[in-house]
């Protein structure tokens, strides 16, 4: 029987749009972002902020008030678009740059419109088995082979923080005992791994920090050194952390021989891949990711290595039981999701309401295969090359030749202190806007850095870069 809307207050409909309603906005939508898509090339990478506020950055506010979908595009465009950093641009060499290719985005569309819930198999088993094939693949991809298990997660920090925690839980590892537990890792460790420690508890324990060799990996002879010395003295060494793609160089650790130091001391090994695990995708990849298969956990982020746009991690542990023991958990009015055979997103991480994320990453996948996104992390690694080759010849110093991807530089001039030369050359490369670097410190000094990640990134970008940093530097040695 059909409703008599009649009767209902004149607004109780307003979210169910009518089929030319519904037309209307997706045309206004798709055109703006075919707009921006189209001129990506003519936009700046970075918008140096100036610090003025506009007259209608009240427009954020939410109030009663409607506004029309081309008020709210104009004022996105201008003070969202327009600000910041472009992390579409191919010009964003910063930080670990994140992607956004366009099927990633239909298949969020998609995954909204349908609004699948993907937390628990019962609710949508199409999701769920979706996901698991993402988590199998990516398992398999780093030598995983069986009753290995894993979470589509919001990106590395979660990713981390859920690898940590079974680790943690493993290893039966308690307020009464933390402290005399000893955790390993590096300068280079990223930040995400200590926030996790303070969230889960693990801050009590010692926390070493190895020195590095000339190519900024982990020491092994201090490592076995100092795991000697915490055993002598009563302490337990608990988790080594490695990077396979370290944020600041790209650098990649010893993966065979951290292993081997893990299972001959029972320590946890946890590897760190969010930004270099899927450079495994490529032949030098897999050479320099030797031995990942032997960690204990792995975290990955499509959303760097994959280019899918941000929003997407993968934690993988080797044994499921551990991940399912360390966050499964019974609730009465769950007792019909329930499925013995069958693990669920919500049994193997701290998240029950969850994004049907499996879509913006799946579908491209299936469009595309592998071998494109290999050939793609292929020209990334050859563009790095590259750039670490002119770098020099134009005069700048280069710290290590690099891993993967990221490059690290500065230039030294007699007649400058190191940091405040680079900060200019950073500041004018950010003020130009064209292209994007960071910066960070290394050897106690400010370092430049040239992340390629970006999949519009190519060397018509990195002849700019290079370009921009030999303009500057004539200007200044004079």
Same mark, same amino acid.
């Given at each position: ?361 799946? /579908?491209? @996948? !299936?469009? %595309?295969?592998?071998? =494109? ?7 990334? +690694? #050859? ?27 500065? /230039?030294? @001039? !007699?007649? %400058?202190?190191?940091? =405040? ?7 004018? +490369? #950010? ?48």
């Amino acid at each position: 029987m059909k409703e008599d809307r009649s009767k209902m207050p004149t607004n109780i409909f307003e979210l169910e749009e009518s089929a030319i309603e519904r037309k209307s906005l997706y045309e206004k939508i798709i055109n703006f972002s075919e707009e921006f898509i189209h001129t990506i090339e003519e936009q700046k990478a970075y918008h140096f902020d100036t610090n003025e506020i506009a007259e209608y950055d009240s427009f954020f506010d939410i109030d009663k008030k409607k506004n029309s979908i081309e008020d709210i595009l104009v004022f996105f465009k201008e003070r969202v678009l327009n600000t910041g950093l472009n992390a579409a641009s191919g010009g964003h060499l910063g930080y670990i740059p994140g992607g956004g290719i366009y099927t990633s985005a239909l298949g969020d569309y998609l995954a909204a419109i349908t609004n699948r819930y993907a937390g628990v198999f019962y609710a949508s088993p199409g999701a769920v088995r979706m996901e698991d094939a993402l988590i199998n693949w990516a398992g398999r991809l780093i030598g995983y082979e069986n009753n290995y298990g894993g979470n589509l997660t919001s990106g590395g920090s979660m990713a981390n923080l859920i690898a940590l925690h079974t680790a943690k839980h493993h290893k039966k590892i308690t307020n009464s005992n933390v402290t005399k537990h000893v955790i390993y890792c590096t300068s280079q460790t990223h930040h995400s791994i200590y926030k996790a420690f303070k969230v889960i508890g693990l801050d009590a324990c010692v926390i070493r920090n190895i020195p590095l060799d000339s190519k900024f990996r982990i020491s092994i002879q201090d490592l076995k050194t100092q795991i000697k010395h915490d055993k002598h003295i009563g302490l337990i060494p608990f988790l080594i952390i490695a990077n396979a793609g370290s944020t600041d160089v790209g650098a990649v650790d010893p993966l065979i021989k951290l292993s081997v130091i893990a299972k001959s001391h029972n320590l946890w090994f946890h590897v760190d891949a969010a930004y270099g695990g899927f450079f495994i995708l490529t032949a030098l990849g897999k050479d320099k990711l030797k031995g990942i298969e032997l960690a204990d956990s792995v975290i990955m982020d499509p959303h760097k290595g994959l280019f899918m746009p941000y929003g997407l991690g993968i934690v993988l542990v080797k044994n499921i039981k551990y991940l399912a023991e360390a966050h499964s958990y019974d609730a009465n009015y769950m007792r019909d999701a329930k499925n013995e055979n069958q693990y669920s997103p919500a049994d193997l991480s701290p998240e029950l309401s969850k994004h049907f994320r499996g879509l913006r990453m799946w /579908l491209p @996948l !299936k469009l %595309y295969g592998e071998t =494109v996104f290999s050939d793609y992390l292929n020209e990334k +690694i #050859q563009l790095a090359y590259y750039l670490f080759q002119e770098l020099s010849l134009i005069g700048y110093k280069t710290l290590c030749e690099p891993d993967l991807s990221v490059v690290a530089f500065r /230039l030294e @001039l !007699k007649a %400058y202190d190191s940091d =405040v030369l680079n900060k200019i050359i950073l500041d004018y +490369i #950010q003020q130009d806007g064209r292209i994007f670097i960071s910066s960070t410190i290394l050897n106690n000094k400010l370092t430049l850095r040239a992340a390629i990640l970006s999949f519009r990134t190519h060397k018509a970008e990195i002849d700019l870069l290079l370009h921009l940093l030999k303009k500057i530097k004539t200007h200044l040695d004079v």
